[in-house]
């Protein structure tokens, strides 16, 4: 099922998607969480400038 998902994603529509990772510093203990997404291309450097 995987293969087809990644094929999927790989043609067609899909290639206006990226998945993002970012690290993000919890306030309180202070340990760092990853934040993923799948968005759209050109909210790509809006998911990075939000603030956490």
């Not at 998607?17 to 450097?45: C, L, P, R, W």
């Amino acid at each position: 099922m995987a293969k087809k998902t990644v094929a999927t994603l790989k043609t067609g529509a899909g290639r206006e998607f990226t998945k993002v990772i970012k690290m993000v510093k919890s306030e309180k203990s202070g340990q760092y969480a990853f934040k993923q997404e799948v968005v759209h291309n050109d909210h790509v450097k809006d998911f990075f400038a939000k603030n956490s």
